[in-house]
């Protein structure tokens, strides 16, 4: 398989996105086994709400939450979830952008080092494979306005019917000022 791994140079970071279908049911067991002696962040999200152009925001406006102690949790990886979802209720945004098993999830891996984010892909796409799952790079902008547009509408915003970049550049603000 092909990797596309981008690169965030203000925090020294590699990452890239995949789906995955169905999630398998041991998916938390095969999380420990591709981060065991990795240094790799690794978090599964609802099918469409995430996109590789938000990706570097999200990262960098948690990062910069941990860096400055206004962060909500302690993991940084459930903390993406929080920001991307752009309310600071944990368990609000589990229910409405996390996943579950036997789901369609996107995937996104990051890391320090290529060398560990493309070798944490290859133990993912090998024990996905081997669970029936089909697994493959993700990039779905039709799914990531769908599924914003539906959130929107439920957060009080009445026809919601902006075009890709626009949704892009709402989520960014909802990551922006869930912070302050």
Avoid: C
Avoid at 127 to 149: A, M, Q, T
């Amino acid at each position: 398989m092909i990797v596309s791994i981008k690169a965030i140079k203000e925090l020294s970071l590699y990452f890239t996105l995949f789906s995955a279908n169905p999630l398998p049911e041991d998916w938390a067991d095969i999380v420990a086994r591709v981060k065991h002696g990795r240094k790799v962040l690794l978090q599964f999200f609802k099918h469409g709400s995430l996109v590789s152009e938000l990706v570097p925001f999200l990262l960098y406006n948690v990062h910069q939450a941990f860096k400055y102690n206004y962060n909500l949790l302690k993991g940084f990886e459930q903390e993406l979830l929080v920001a991307l979802y752009g309310k600071r209720n944990f368990q609000e945004a589990l229910s409405k952008i996390g996943v579950s098993s036997h789901e369609m999830a996107t995937i996104l891996l990051a890391s320090e080092s290529v060398d560990e984010l493309e070798e944490a892909v290859s133990i993912l796409e090998k024990e996905f494979s081997e669970r029936g799952s089909n697994f493959k790079p993700f990039e779905d902008r039709e799914s990531f306005v769908n599924l914003w547009r539906e959130l929107f509408r439920e957060f009080g915003m009445e026809n919601v019917e902006a075009d890709y970049h626009r949704i892009l550049e709402m989520v960014k603000e909802r990551i922006a000022i869930s912070y302050l």
